[in-house]
């Protein structure tokens, strides 16, 4: 053993410190596999799991956002269909109210116009009977130059009579 302490001590190696130093390699290396490895390798295990479920919930949150859009989408194209359909219902209010408006206004033309007739009825009526008055005035005049009587004298049913035939002949 000479040859093989020999060896150990030609190294610089003392058999003695590195066999103490060996036991307190393999005490240090249960020691920190029992107290740190597997304690360290449950904590990097959990995180692990947290970020597989991180990843599995980010894959759900991507399918429903996904699912979101798509109703998001339904619901832009119904309220482009309803608001479309208010516009078109505006329009067919605003046509009728339209159509409502002229009918009141022809009628109101209408109304004018049957006025404005009457009116005129009227004012020819007046005008008439101003003409009969002073063609009676005139056929008084006539009848007494024609006569050549005294005014008093002249019949006012004779006036009367040339007023009727007058009113006839107009």
């Known amino acids: 053993m000479e040859a093989g302490g020999s060896l150990f001590e030609q190294l610089g190696i003392n058999w003695k410190l ?9 005490i240090l290396f249960i020691i920190l596999r029992a107290f740190v490895y597997k304690p360290l390798l449950a904590v990097i295990k959990k995180r692990k799991e947290k970020i597989q479920e991180g990843l599995t919930k980010a894959r759900e949150a991507d399918i429903r956002l996904k699912e979101i859009d798509v109703i998001a989408k339904d619901h832009l194209k119904k309220a482009d269909q309803e608001s479309i359909a208010v516009i078109k219902n505006a329009e067919d209010r605003a046509k009728k109210l339209e159509e409502s408006l002229v009918k009141k206004a022809e009628e109101k033309q209408k109304q004018l116009l049957a006025q404005a007739q009457i009116q005129y009825e009227k004012q020819q009526e007046e005008s008439r009977k101003e003409v009969l008055a002073q063609a009676a005035s005139l056929v008084k005049r006539l009848i007494v130059k024609t006569v050549e009587l005294k005014p008093e004298a002249v019949d006012e049913a004779l006036i009367e009579k040339a007023v009727n035939f007058v009113k006839h002949e107009t």
Not at 18 to 26: E, G, T
């Open 18 to 26: 590195f066999l103490s130093q060996a036991v307190n390699f393999f």
